[in-house]
């Protein structure tokens, strides 16, 4: 079955292609039909190859040479393993999902943007699973670049809106920046080894220095700070809320942002024997995980929370990365893109009742209102919190646990973070659906729940968002349980080898979880307690009102970067460039002009004037003749 593995990415190509072509002709229903079916055959066939390879199949697929020179060969090849085939159904089946929510929840567009919106988001998928599939870093690269340009397509579909253009160009900008980090490890790779697929890669990785391997790791992560919105290249991702809410879902739930989680995973043996690049990663998934938290606090545009969320989660992901726990790094990948999805495809079901409001200070008492969305809303916010036996809470404390044994201020660090987690997702929780409406009148008469399209792709996410932990029930619990570190153990057998893993006493890790979940549970309480009976905003001062403005990151960015960047570029526009460089092409030009008018006087229309310069002419012609011939007579007698 893995052999047909190109049919994984094919179906959705094949639906950007239809749609986007035919959009034009299609009916909306159609354009749904296709969009969703593509996404629907890729599943089923990624389900296939995950029991393939779960039963010991998996396969290099090689389709052809993509690049030839010389003694470089880069084939276009697809790699099937536990790794991929895990992150094929995560991204086939939370895709189909969200195609089969937004046929319900964009029908108010025209049918020939229903079709483009379908068509981007089909082609935004193909490019994951090149990413995914890749079976070297070339390809990896190839989807990379498609993810990012989909990113921007999507972010700005609805482009006569401004303010969506600069959040589009401001995503696609900054993830150029990590982008080439990436691309510079890949030509390291290159001129080190001459060959850039893993498995060469990782077999000679013995011929690297260790300086040569901290380099090559160290862009790689710059490419991934850049994709999965670390700090300093994080702040594109909160404004990719300028786009339709199911493609905020993709994006932070089951693309894009866990390409960076995803590479370096599949490097794992590269980072394991680079101790300073891996404390970099931890280091810096652990700021921006309690970095984004605190922004997260103030907010109060139901999809901001959930942006700064998905960041504040993907650095905890880096930080299993980066103390060794690849495992739990993916596991939290998983869990993530179950409940992440859930709870942005909840504020679209919220923000389609509230006529597109999605200040959740002007919302509240939508619990009775829309049931569905409620109960399924609430369960990703109990997931997200880590409260067990939710799926989050097997995630975060596998990486939090990993991190304890590595340093144990990384876990108290970590730990504060998860606390700040609980507080801003039942604050967003208690003012959207607790307490007394706060919104217009006429939102109020036409508060209803989502239509079925839109609520069964809750309820199923729902469910997974319960019950997708129990994959990797810790040893703590009950031995050999851990489903999916079995799954992933070829992946991570050459890291486990050269790691020297630290283990914590069952007796410590039973007091550590305990105090946490306590402390979760009772942060919970005082969260809902606090905001449920909410009225009216009150101004923010002090600490609040720089949380608010999300630590003026981005004025300081416009300040230091972008303001700089435009006064040069407005100088090198009216000084370089209309001064000297336009200076000179005009200067030519009038130079030209002015001699030819100059020399039109010479035609007088005199007969004897013509005559006169002919003959002269003529004279000079003989002189020059005459010269030349004494001159060469010379030189023969000379020589």
Known sequence: MSKLVYLVPLFPLLGFLVNGLFRKSLSKSMIGIIGSGAMLASFVVSLLIFFDVKNGGGATVQLFNFIHVGSLIIPFEFLVDPLSSLFLLIITGIGFLIHLYSTAYMHEEEPMHFGRYFAYLNLFVFSMLLLVLGGNYVVMFIGWEGVGLCSYLLIGFWFKNNNYNAAAKKAFIMNR??????????????????????????????????????????????????????????????????????????????????????????SNILYTMAPATQTLVAIVGLSTAIFAATIALKQNDIKKVLAYSTVSQLGYMFLGLGVGAYTGAVFHVMTHAFFKALLFLGAGSVIHAMHHEQDITKMGGLKSKLPITHLTFLLGCIAIAGVPPFSGFFSKDEILMAAYATNPIFYYLGMGGALLTAFYMFRLYSLTFLGNFRGTAHQQEHLHESPIAMTLPLMVLAFFAVVAGFVGIPELFAPNAHALEHFLAPVFAGSTAIAHAHHIEHSTEWILMGTATTIILIVIVYAITKFKKYETAEPNTGIATILENKWYIDELYDTVIVNPLHWFAGFLKNTIEKYVIDGAVNGVGKLVGYGSRQFRLVQSGQVGSYILMMVMALVLFIIIWFNDNTIMRFIHKIF
């Open 177 to 266: 920046i990590g982008d080439l980090g990436f691309l510079l490890a890949v030509f390291w790779l290159i001129v080190k080894l001459g060959t850039v697929s893993y498995a060469s890669v990782f077999a000679a990785v013995s011929q690297l220095s260790a300086t040569d391997i901290t380099i090559i790791t160290t862009l790689l992560f710059v490419g991934a700070m850049g994709k999965s919105a670390q700090i300093p290249l994080y702040t594109w991702l909160p404004d990719a809320m300028a786009g339709p809410t199911p493609v905020s879902a993709l994006i932070h739930a089951a693309t894009m942002v866990t390409a960076g989680i995803y590479m370096i995973a599949r």
